[in-house]
């Protein structure tokens, strides 16, 4: 059970890591294009989504950061 509990606590910090890291990452976004932040908003929604839905793993963090990134970037396309 103290494994459990102790699995639990170190999700709980990885996911609290990449939230701060995304919103600040996203702190630097005021040069960037329209479809710049949508990709990079959409890569770290896509890498939350990604670490809760699969526990946590690295493959599944960076497997929706990769969906989100790219369904990010086609919400609006250059013009």
Not at 23 to 31: A, D, F, I, K, Q
Not at 38 to 59: F, K, Y
Request: aromatic share 2%.
């Amino acid at each position: 059970m103290n494994n459990l509990n102790t699995m639990n606590t170190r999700q709980k910090y990885a996911l609290i890591a990449v939230a701060a890291t995304t919103l600040l990452g996203l702190s630097g976004c005021s040069g960037m294009s329209t479809q710049d932040k949508n990709t990079a908003i959409g890569a770290g929604v896509g890498a939350v989504g990604g670490a809760v839905l699969t526990g946590g793993s690295t493959s599944g963090t960076v497997g929706g950061a990769a969906v989100g990134g790219i369904i990010g970037h086609e919400v609006s396309p250059d013009e």
